[in-house]
C-alpha cells in the first residue's frame, strides 16, 4: 500500500507544480485577481460600509453569508466532539494514563496565570472590538478568549476552569454566538431588507444606512466572538478529559 | 508598508524549507506528542510566511488558531492514544 | 550616539547569550539542564534584543515612536512573566514524570545504572 | 424588496438547529416536534420557490445582504436547483418523522443534539443545492460533511473507524475541491458561478494549464466526495455501521447533492463544450463509471449483510448518474438528473423498509426477509416497489431513468455503458429476486422459522402480524407512493423541470 500512496501522492504534487506555470506573477497588480473585484472593495468599501478595515468589510459584510456559515462550521465541530466524545453513564473510565494532580501546589504557575490571563482577556477583546480599524475579528478575539480559558484549566485545572466557565454554559453560549449572527440576519429580513442587509438596523438604531451597515459588522463579529470562543473551550474540556470530565491535561 | 519582491526572497526560502522540514518531520516523528508540538512549529512557520505577504488578517488567525489552541489541543488528544506509541 | 553605542551592546550581548544558549541546548547532558539553558538564556537574550529595539526607536523621539516604544516595553513585560514561567512548568512536568537526573559517572564508579538510566530516558524524553 | 422566500428555505434549518442545541431540558417530544417543524416549514419554501420557478420559467436570484453579485453572495435556484431542493426537503422530511423510534434508540441521551446535527446536516445539503458562489459551495459542503462525520460516528463501536476513514476522505476531498477553486479563483478573481462563467469562456483562458488543472482537482474532490468508483471504498462501511436514523437520512440524500455539485461545475461553470472538447475525458470517465456500476452490483450481490449490500448498490447508482453526465447528449443528461431524483426516493425507501425490518427483527443478515410479506405486509410492498424501481420495471420511476440512460448512451455509441447498464439490471433483479424469495416463500417451508429462530418449538404455525409503528410505516408508504408517482409523472417532470436546465451545446 505504501509504494501506492506514494505514487498517488507525487503524481498529485506533479499536477499541482504543473497548474503554476501559468499563474499571474506574485504581488503582480495586474492580475486578475488584483483587478476584477478587488479594486471596487477597496474603492467603494469605505464609503458603503463605513469600516476602514476593507478585510473586515469583505469578511463580515459583503460575504457576510459564507462568515455566518463558517461560525457554523465551528459550531459543528464542537456539537459533533461532543456527541462522539462526552459520555455521562458512569462506568469503567477507558483511561488509564498517568495524569499528574496538582491541587494545592505550583504558586509560579497560577502567579503568572493570575496576571496574564486578564490582560489576555482585554486584549481578546481589544481585537474583537478593533476589526473596523485593524486586523482582527470576531474569530482572532474569540480564538484568544478562549486561550484564556484553556490556560487557565492549564495552570489550575480543569475542575476549577469548568467552575468558573460550567459545560452547560459553554454550549448555550456556542449556540447563542451564532444565534446573534444568524438573529441579525433574520431582524434585516423582517425590516424589508434581504437576510443579513445591515442597512435594515438603519430604522431600529436611528442611523444611516451606511452607519447600520458598521454596527451590523460590530454585532455580528461579536456574535462570531461567543460562539468561537465557547466552541475552543468546549473542544478542549471534551478532549483534554476525554469525554468524563473528571480531569484534564 | 511597500512590498518589495527582491528585498527578502532569501527569507522566504529559508521559512519554506522549515516548513517543508517541519512537515516532514511530523510525519516520520516516534511519538504522537511531538508530532504535534511539531505541528504547532510548522503553524508557526506558516504565520511567519502570511506575514511576509502582507496578510496580517491571516497570519493573525494562524498564530492565535493554529500556533497556540490547536496544538494545546492536538496535545491534549494525543495523550489518549497512547503518547510513546510507535505510529 | 551614546544611545546608539548602548544599544549595539546590548544587541551584541543578546547575540552571546543566544550562541550561549544554542550550544547549552546542544550540548548540556540531562533534560533538566538544557531546559535551564533554555529558559534561562532565551528570556535575557530576547529582553536584550526587544529593549535595544526600543531604545533604538526612541531616537526619533515622536509620539508614533513612544507607542511603539510602550508596545515593545509590554512585550518584554510578558516575556518576562511567561519565559520563565513555562520553563518552570516543563521542569515540574520533567519532576512528576520522574525524568531522572544526570551525575558524573566517574563520581559513582559503582552506579552504572544510573547512567544507562538516563540514556534511555533521554532517548524517550527526546523523541 | 425581493421575494423573500429563496432564504426561508435555508434559515429555518439552520434557526431549528440552534434552537435544538438549546432546548435539552425540554425532553425528546418537544425536540422531535420542532425538528418535523421546521423541515415542514423549509420543505414548503422548496414548493413554493418551484412553483414559481415552474411559472416564470426562468431562475430566481436572491442576493444576499442586498450586495449585488459578483461582490456579493447570492442564491441562484433554477429548475434543476429547485428540483433536487425539493427532493431534499422531501426525503429529510420522511426521514425525520421516521427517526422518531430509531433515533431514540441510538440516542438514549442528548437526543436534541443528535437532532441539531440531523438540522444542521440538512441546511447544509439544502445550501449547496441552491449556493451561486463556488465558495460559499465549499463551505457549505463543509457543514455537510462535519454533521456527517458527527451522525455516522454516533453508530458506536465499529462506527467508528469506518467513519474515520470517511473523515479522512472526505477532508482530502474538500481539500481537492478548495485547492481547484483557488487556481480558479487565481487565474479569473471572481467566485461567482454566473460571473466564472462568463470569464472562463473567454478565448484565453480555454487554452490556460491552471484553469484544467483546477478543474481536474475540482472534478477529483468532488468524485471522491461521492465515491465514484476507484475512490468509493469508504463509503459502505460507514453508511452500514450508522445508526438506522442516520443512514435514512445520509444514503440518500449526501451522494446525490455530490452529484449535482458535479453537474453544477461541469455544466454552469465551465461549459459542455470546454469539457467535451477542450478536456476531452468522457470516454475514461464512462469506462470507470461503467465499472462503478458493473463492480458495485456485483460486489453487492456478494453481501449478506442487507445494508451493505445496499450501499454497494449505491456506487452502483453513482456510476449511473456519473456515465449519464458525461454523455454529452440531453438523453444522457436527462437521465442523470432525472436519476438523483428517483435514486434518492429508491434508496431512501429501500433504506427504510429495511430499517423497519431490522428494528422489528434485530438481524441484520439477508436472514430477517424471511416471511416478511406475512408479518409486515406494507413494509415488505415498499420494499418490492423500492426494489422494482432499482431493477428498473416500468410503473416505477427507476425504468424511466435506465431508459433515458440507455438511450443517452446508444446516442452516444457508448456501447460499453450500455452493456453495463443491463449487465446491472440483470444483477440487480437476482439480487432482490433472492430476497424477495426468501420473504414471500421463506415462511412456507419451515412453519417454526419466520416466529423466530429463538423460539423454534412454538410453531404453532400461527404468523404474528407484527408492523413497525406508524411514525416508520408513514413515511415508508409516502416514499413508496411518491416512487410510483414519480414514475407516472416522469413527463411532466421531465418537460417542467429537467428540458430547461439541459446546458447550452448538446
Not at chain 1, 444568524?182 to 438596523?201: D, E, K, S, T
Not at chain 2, 512549529?41 to 511576509?52: E, I, R
Not at chain 4, 465514484?228 to 442516520?246: D, E
Request: with cysteine.
Amino acid at each position: 500500500m505504501k509504494p501506492f500512496a506514494r505514487i498517488i501522492l507525487f503524481l498529485c504534487a506533479v499536477m499541482m507544480l504543473t497548474a503554476t506555470v501559468d499563474l499571474p506573477d506574485w504581488a503582480d497588480p495586474g492580475s486578475p485577481a488584483s483587478t476584477h473585484l478587488s479594486p471596487g472593495f477597496i474603492e467603494q468599501g469605505y464609503h458603503e460600509t463605513a469600516t476602514p478595515n476593507v478585510v473586515t468589510a469583505v469578511l463580515a459584510d459583503y460575504r457576510s453569508y459564507d462568515t455566518l456559515f463558517e461560525s457554523v462550521v465551528v459550531f459543528a465541530a464542537s456539537l459533533v466532539v461532543m456527541l462522539v466524545l462526552r459520555r455521562t453513564s458512569t462506568g469503567t473510565s477507558r483511561i488509564k494514563h498517568f495524569r499528574p494532580k496538582r491541587e494545592g501546589r505550583d504558586t509560579i504557575l497560577r502567579g503568572a496565570a493570575q496576571s496574564i490571563i486578564p490582560v489576555m482577556q482585554i486584549f481578546a477583546l481589544y481585537v474583537l472590538f478593533h476589526g473596523h480599524y485593524s486586523p482582527g475579528g470576531g474569530f482572532q478575539g474569540g480564538v484568544i478568549f478562549g486561550a484564556s480559558f484553556i490556560l487557565l484549566s492549564l495552570c489550575y485545572s480543569l475542575k476549577f476552569a469548568m467552575q468558573r466557565f460550567k459545560e452547560k454554559m459553554v454550549l448555550i453560549c456556542c449556540a447563542c454566538g451564532a444565534l446573534l449572527y444568524a438573529g441579525i440576519g433574520a431582524v434585516c429580513l423582517a425590516m424589508g431588507w434581504n437576510f443579513l442587509g445591515y442597512a435594515g438596523l438603519a430604522g431600529l438604531l436611528g442611523v444611516t444606512d451606511v452607519m447600520a451597515r458598521s454596527h451590523g459588522i460590530l454585532a455580528v463579529e461579536a456574535g462570531v466572538g461567543i460562539t468561537v470562543m465557547a466552541v475552543m473551550v468546549s473542544l478542549y474540556y471534551d478532549l483534554a478529559s476525554g469525554g468524563d470530565m473528571e480531569e484534564g491535561l | 508598508m511597500t512590498w518589495d519582491a527582491n528585498l527578502l526572497w532569501q527569507f522566504d526560502m529559508l521559512i519554506l524549507l522549515m516548513m517543508v522540514i517541519c512537515a516532514v518531520a511530523a510525519l516520520s516523528l516516534k511519538g504522537l506528542v511531538s508530532s504535534a508540538v511539531v505541528t504547532g512549529a510548522y503553524s508557526f512557520f506558516t504565520c511567519l510566511m502570511w506575514t511576509h505577504m502582507m496578510a496580517v488578517d491571516v497570519a493573525f488567525t494562524e498564530a492565535a488558531v493554529g500556533a497556540a489552541v490547536s496544538t494545546v489541543i492536538i496535545v491534549a488528544t494525543a495523550q489518549y492514544i497512547n503518547p510513546w506509541s510507535k505510529d | 550616539m551614546i544611545i546608539d553605542i548602548l544599544v549595539i551592546t546590548m544587541m551584541i550581548t543578546g547575540l552571546v547569550f543566544f550562541t550561549g544558549t544554542t550550544v547549552g541546548i546542544i550540548r548540556f547532558p540531562d533534560f533538566y539542564t538544557r531546559v535551564h539553558a533554555a529558559g534561562k538564556g532565551d528570556t535575557l537574550s530576547t529582553v536584550m534584543f526587544l529593549g535595544a529595539m526600543s531604545l533604538y526607536i526612541l531616537r526619533d523621539f515622536s509620539g508614533e515612536s513612544l507607542l511603539t516604544f510602550i508596545k515593545l516595553i509590554l512585550i518584554v513585560l510578558y516575556i518576562f512573566i511567561a519565559s520563565p514561567t513555562a520553563t518552570h512548568a516543563i521542569i515540574d512536568a520533567g519532576y512528576e514524570f520522574r525524568v531522572p537526573y544526570w551525575t558524573r559517572p566517574s563520581d559513582k564508579p559503582s552506579n552504572e545504572d544510573d547512567a544507562t538510566d538516563i540514556n534511555k530516558t533521554m532517548e524517550d524524553i527526546s523523541i | 424588496m425581493m421575494d423573500q422566500t429563496p432564504v426561508f428555505i435555508i434559515a429555518i434549518p439552520l434557526f431549528a438547529s440552534l434552537l435544538l442545541t438549546l432546548i435539552g431540558p425540554l425532553g425528546p417530544r418537544v425536540a422531535y416536534g420542532l425538528l418535523i417543524g421546521a423541515l415542514s416549514l423549509s420543505l414548503g419554501a422548496s414548493l413554493a420557490t418551484m412553483v414559481r420557478v415552474v411559472q416564470t420559467g426562468q431562475a430566481i436570484h436572491y442576493y444576499m445582504g442586498d450586495w449585488l453579485p459578483p461582490m456579493g453572495i447570492e442564491l441562484v435556484i433554477d429548475h434543476l436547483s429547485a428540483a433536487v431542493l425539493v427532493m431534499i426537503g422531501v426525503c429529510a422530511l420522511l426521514s425525520g418523522i421516521y427517526s422518531m423510534h430509531t433515533a431514540g434508540q441510538d440516542n438514549h441521551d442528548r437526543l436534541n443534539n443528535y437532532y441539531a446535527l440531523f438540522s444542521l446536516l440538512v441546511t447544509g445539503l439544502l445550501g449547496m443545492a441552491s449556493a451561486g458562489d463556488v465558495f460559499n459551495l465549499y463551505v457549505l459542503l463543509e457543514i455537510s460533511a462535519l454533521a456527517s462525520y458527527g451522525l455516522l460516528a454516533r453508530g458506536g463501536g465499529k462506527a467508528y473507524f469506518a467513519t474515520f476513514k470517511y473523515l479522512v476522505m472526505g477532508t482530502i476531498g474538500a481539500c481537492f475541491y478548495l485547492l481547484g477553486v483557488g487556481y480558479i479563483y487565481i487565474m479569473t478573481g471572481s467566485l461567482n458561478m454566473a460571473d466564472l462563467a462568463d470569464i472562463l469562456s473567454r478565448e484565453s483562458l480555454q487554452e490556460s494549464v491552471s484553469i484544467r488543472i483546477g478543474f481536474t482537482l475540482i472534478i477529483l474532490g468532488i468524485w471522491t466526495k461521492m465515491a465514484l468508483f476507484p475512490l468509493h471504498a469508504w463509503l459502505p462501511n460507514a453508511y452500514s455501521r450508522a445508526g438506522t436514523a442516520t443512514a435514512c437520512l445520509i444514503a440518500p440524500l449526501m451522494t446525490k447533492v455530490s452529484v449535482y455539485i458535479m453537474l453544477r461545475m461541469m455544466f454552469t461553470v465551465f461549459s459542455a463544450d470546454y469539457i467535451f472538447n477542450q478536456i476531452a475525458w468522457s470516454s475514461l470517465v464512462i469506462y470507470m463509471a461503467s465499472a462503478a456500476v458493473v463492480l458495485g452490483m456485483i460486489t453487492a450481490f456478494a453481501q449478506r449483510d442487507m445494508r451493505k449490500m445496499l450501499t454497494y448498490i449505491i456506487v452502483a447508482e453513482i456510476g449511473y448518474m456519473t456515465g449519464g453526465a458525461w454523455l454529452a447528449n440531453t438523453a444522457g443528461y436527462t437521465g442523470a438528473v432525472y436519476h438523483i431524483l428517483a435514486d434518492g426516493l429508491m434508496t431512501l425507501s429501500l433504506f427504510m423498509a429495511v430499517g423497519a425490518i431490522i428494528y422489528r427483527t434485530g438481524d441484520t443478515s439477508a436472514n430477517a426477509m424471511q416471511g416478511i410479506f406475512r408479518r409486515m405486509p406494507i413494509t415488505a410492498a415498499v420494499f418490492l416497489i423500492g426494489a422494482a424501481s432499482i431493477v428498473g420495471i416500468p410503473p416505477t420511476c427507476g425504468f424511466f431513468s435506465k431508459w433515458y440512460l440507455l438511450q443517452g448512451a446508444v446516442q452516444a455509441g457508448a456501447w460499453i455503458f450500455v452493456a453495463a447498464l443491463l449487465i446491472a439490471g440483470l444483477m440487480a433483479a437476482i439480487i432482490f429476486f433472492r430476497l424477495l424469495e426468501a420473504a414471500f416463500f421463506g415462511n412456507l417451508d419451515d412453519e417454526g422459522l419466520s416466529v423466530g429462530h429463538s423460539a423454534p418449538h412454538s410453531g404453532t404455525g400461527a404468523v404474528q402480524m407484527r408492523e413497525a409503528p406508524l411514525t416508520m410505516l408513514v413515511p415508508l408508504a409516502v416514499a413508496g407512493a411518491a416512487l410510483l408517482g414519480l414514475g407516472i409523472y416522469t413527463n411532466e417532470v421531465v418537460t417542467y423541470l429537467i428540458r430547461w436546465s439541459v446546458p447550452a451545446g448538446f
